[in-house]
């Protein structure tokens, strides 16, 4: 088979199956990354402030709920109850 050169052409086909997977991408080339690269991460990362905000919110005017109630109660009582009894806290 070596004698034949069957072991080259088999050499040879392989190198040229490898190189044609590759496509058109080029050797050696390395771009800039731009905040587009990131846009997704920036994404989450404003999507978990929001959240977090929120929450912290939401935990404070429950664990605040009485004081609201007594201090502001012509003014804030009626958003909170309606906010208390929508969240069912």
């Not at 004698?3 to 771009?31: F, H, M, P």
């Amino acid at each position: 088979m070596a004698a034949a050169g069957l072991v080259q052409k088999w050499t040879k086909d392989e190198k040229v199956k490898v190189e044609g997977s590759r496509g058109n991408d080029e050797k050696g080339t390395i771009g800039a990354i731009t905040i587009k690269h990131f846009q997704a991460a920036y994404f989450f990362l404003l999507l978990g402030y929001i959240l977090s905000v929120l929450a912290f919110l939401l935990e404070w005017l429950k664990h605040n709920r009485d004081l609201w109630l007594i201090s502001n109660r012509w003014v804030v009582k009626p958003i909170v109850v309606m906010l208390v009894k929508f969240l069912g806290l």
